[in-house]
Structures are given as structure tokens and as C-alpha cells.
């Protein structure tokens, strides 16, 4: 199973540059037909995938990002070290970015890809996010790169797990390794929807666990997931990575900051 994995993620971007020179390229936000005129870059990231207006609608403006949470905001100041979203919880990870807030276009294509379960289109979206990384961060800044893993039970279900797809896709960018079976999601939780934020930090005690200590042991870590809202799912398993691994560090990548109308 494991050699499978690591053959797909070999292979995925040959299949998808395959499909861009047979294809007609489409923008994945809007779906319209993509010239070569509409590949402009917007906020310093470009792509063959999406249109202008598609990448401007997504990306969020790093100058107004919380460099904490990850949330971008009016009220967010480039010398605040955390914002009033985040402010009063003990986040376990050091910092986050995301594409942008969890809202407009980029909610639209985050729904999108888990109801229909898009790897394409998360394929895209992680390679979005990769070059975020690298534009925020730089790659050098991390030794190993690790989705955050969802219940067994879940993924035999849909068969789509998208932190794992992104995660693929931001190793591919930055060239950070990866390893998708160092931390484990070892028992089933109760939605995090349908929770409070109090409800949700005691919803995901004892989550997770590690595979293998020694993989993590003294690496700067980049976690990966889709969506952050609360940050108590990303929180529990920095707190793992970093309490039981010893990660030397711990920092969150995510598509979308959802800030719950905050």
C-alpha cells in the first residue's frame, strides 16, 4: 500500500502535465476556457490552472495575515504576533498560512473538492499553497512535511483523503519530504462542525498518536491540512509531533482560514 502511494505521488504531475498539453487548458475556479494571456501571476504565485480574476478572488493579502493563525483580516497589524481570533487559545503549532480566508471563491472551490472529491482539483489547490510556502517561508525552513491524518474508518468511506492530495502537491512545489504514515489518527471523533470551539479543543483529545517517533525526533515540521478553523484538529497534532516525536518545530499550511464569521 505504501509503495503504491509513493508511485502515485511520483507519477501525478507527469499525468497532469499530460493533460495540459492535450487539453485545452480550463481555469479550475470558473471552469472558462484559459488563453495563455489569463496565466498572470497574481500576489507574486502563478499557475496554468486558474484565470486572473479566479487567483485574485482566492488569495489573500499577506500584509493583513495573522502570522499565527493564518487568518487575513483588517484588524491584523504586520508587527502583531497573533490576532484577536487566536489570541485567546494556546495554539501547539508555532505559525500558519493559508491561500486566503474560507470564504467567497475559495470556500466555493474547497466544498467543491471534498463533495466531489476533486483530486485534480486538489492537486491544484495544494500546488497553490506550495508556492505560499516558499513565498511566505522559503523551503529551507523545514526538514519533513506530514498531512494531518483523518480515522481509518473515513477514508475507506470516500476513498479521498485531501490533506494527503495537498500535501503531495506542497512536497512537489518545495521539495520538502514527505511522510504520510508518521503521525496516525488512532480513534474516531464527533464532527468538528457541528461543535463549539471549547467543544471542539475536547473533541480531539487523544486523536492522534505517532507511527514512528524517530521520523519526526529534531525536524523542523510543516503540517498540512485543508481546512483550519477552530485549530484544535492542527493543535492536537502539533502538540503530538512536538511532545511525543520531539519535533524541533511544528508550523500549519493550510488552503483556507475559516474565522466563522468572526
Known sequence: MRGTAELWRAIRPWLQGIGELVFEPVCHGCLANLPDSENAPA?????RAWCANCLEE?????SSCCARCGA?????????????????HRFRFDRSVAVGNYQARLSELVV?????????????????????????????RFDLLVPVPCWWGKRLRKGFVAAEIIANAVS?????????SALRCCR???????????????NVIGMFELAVADR??????LLVDDVMTSGATASQAAGVLRRFGCAESV???????????K
Open 216 to 221: 519526526v525526533r529534531g525536524k523542523r515540521v
Open 43 to 47: 500576489e507574486g504565485l502563478q499557475s
Open 172 to 180: 512537489h512545489v518545495t521539495k520538502i519530504p514527505e511522510s504520510d
Open 72 to 88: 487575513a483580516s483588517k484588524f491584523v497589524r504586520p508587527q502583531d504576533a497573533d490576532c484577536r481570533l487566536c489570541r485567546q
Open 188 to 202: 474516531k471523533t464527533s464532527k468538528q462542525g457541528t461543535l463549539s470551539t471549547s467543544a471542539r479543543f475536547r
Open 112 to 140: 467543491r473538492m471534498k463533495g466531489l472529491r476533486d483530486e485534480s482539483l486538489a492537486w491544484q489547490m495544494g500546488l497553490l499553497l506550495g508556492q505560499r510556502v516558499k513565498q511566505v517561508w522559503g523551503a529551507d
Open 251 to 261: 508550523d500549519l499550511a493550510v488552503l483556507a482560514r475559516g474565522t466563522r464569521g
Open 58 to 62: 482566492m488569495l489573500s493579502n499577506l
